[in-house]
């Protein structure tokens, strides 16, 4: 007879891997409310279970990523909770066949609106080589439309990437501070990876078993929003594809999709874009006088030209 284990319990063991070090207490208990679907009795009951906290001024303060891993753990309804519904929709729009492009526009505004001199922006270079479709300069905003170009492949990788998918079923999707983000032996030891950690342990793993892989970064576009992500590329007859057997693997157990709709053993096609030949994406997409400007991202599908 197995054991069922607390849900509670479970999220409260994952947490103290983190060491106290890396947190930043920022967040009160309305933005965990708010947020991150976290009411005042389950708080309660998490600090009383020992949920990492500092009090100022009476003021209770919390870790965000320690209450997104909360929230995500326990299922809670948030805010976040129904973006990832909105994937499943995006998801599976994605999954029917049909030649269409992806438009992906970006839009950005001033941070400081007001100042004396004027603005001046400038766009990543992570974006340079892709074509533009569209492109909108005003004095204090600005949008640039662009053709993504998501990988696109229909393959399914061999018995050679078995040992790659085994490793990444055998992790747990977690936000990590940054001090981790890098730590294999952090994953080794706890099974806990974000998507940087889980792209490094997936290359490891790939090197061992003699599968040629490589870092991959650049945006998920499986979602309205699309979002900077990190995945791995395998080389198949001389091309380099996506796969991402971790983020669709942890998308199955969130119940976004559906295994036989998105095959962890397959080339994810459609929703990966990856923008640079390195595995971080951590710089602004588009800057204003050196610093990070107010910047949006969406993403829509229409038919193909021609
Ligand atoms: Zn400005």
Redesign the pocket.
């Known amino acids: 007879m197995s054991t069922v284990e607390d849900p509670t319990q479970v999220v409260m063991s994952r947490l103290r891997e983190v060491p106290d070090a890396y947190r930043r207490f920022a967040a009160g208990a309305p933005e965990a409310r708010r947020v991150f679907g976290i009411g005042a009795d389950l708080l309660a009951q998490l600090i009383d279970l020992g949920l990492p906290h500092q009090r100022r001024g009476g003021e209770l303060r919390l870790d965000a990523f320690d209450l997104e891993n909360i929230s995500t753990g326990l299922r809670l309804r948030s805010p976040q909770a129904m973006t990832m519904r909105q994937w499943k929709h995006a998801l599976a729009s994605r999954r029917r066949p049909g030649g269409a492009d992806c438009l992906v526009t970006v839009e950005w505004r001033?941070?400081?609106?007001g100042?004396r001199?004027?603005?001046?922006?400038a766009l990543s270079d992570l974006f340079t080589p892709v074509s533009r479709i569209d492109e909108k300069h005003e004095?204090?905003r600005g949008s640039v439309v662009l053709q993504a170009e998501p990988s696109d492949h229909a393959i399914r990788f061999g018995a050679e990437f078995h040992p790659v998918l085994a490793a990444a079923a055998r992790l747990t999707f977690y936000k990590l501070p940054p001090q981790l983000s890098n730590d294999l032996s952090f994953v080794r030891r706890t099974g806990l990876a974000n998507c940087r950690l889980a792209c490094q342990h997936l290359l490891d793993t790939a090197a061992a078993a003699g599968v040629n892989a490589r870092p991959a970064a650049g945006l998920f576009l499986g979602a309205l929003f699309p979002f900077r992500h990190i995945w791995i590329e395998v080389e198949v007859g001389g091309r380099w594809v996506a796969a991402d057997p971790f983020f669709l693997e942890t998308l199955r157990r969130w119940g976004v999709v559906d295994r036989p709709d998105w095959p962890a053993d397959q080339s994810p096609r459609g929703i990966l874009w990856r923008l640079l030949n390195a595995s971080s994406i951590d710089e602004p997409f588009v800057t204003?006088?050196g610093c990070e400007?107010s910047v949006s991202v969406s993403a829509r599908w229409v038919p193909q030209a021609g």
């Open positions: 001033c941070p400081a609106p100042h001199d004027g603005c001046d922006f004095p204090a204003h006088r400007a």
